[in-house]
């Protein structure tokens, strides 16, 4: 069975760093991405990448701070997010699709940037 586990997340002041992590399982995937929802939002795209060809998408209110890699051998995704600001606070997925469309979530890891 695809399985989609995130970790990483917690609270960090604003400026701070935090790395989030996805190990997936089950299947192999042509693209994985990011994406985050804030209570009371719609859930946004963060970013992607292509599996194979290391092909990056960033949303523009990311650009420049938050970075998405992958280890193949771990078959891991990661989102390090750099200088974080009050707005970033949201649940973040993972998502992984096996060819156009993004299939497979994972459960959500929580980010709060406060001071």
């Known amino acids: 069975q695809v399985q989609l586990v995130e970790s990483g997340g917690g609270m960090v002041q604003p400026g701070g760093s935090l790395r989030l992590s996805c190990a997936a399982s089950?299947?192999?995937?042509?693209?994985v991405g990011w994406f985050r929802q804030a209570p009371g939002n719609e859930r946004e795209f963060v970013a992607q990448?292509?599996?194979?060809?290391?092909?990056?998408n960033y949303a523009d209110s990311v650009k420049g701070r938050f970075t998405i890699s992958r280890d193949n051998a771990k078959n891991t995704v990661y989102l390090q997010m750099n200088s974080l600001k009050p707005e970033d606070t949201a649940v973040y997925f993972c998502?992984?699709?096996?060819?156009?469309?993004?299939?497979?979530w994972g459960q959500g890891t929580q980010v709060t940037v406060s001071s």
């Open positions: 990448l292509s599996w194979s060809g290391d092909r990056t």
């Open positions: 998502a992984a699709a096996v060819n156009a469309n993004y299939k497979y």
């Open positions: 089950g299947s192999i995937f042509s693209v």
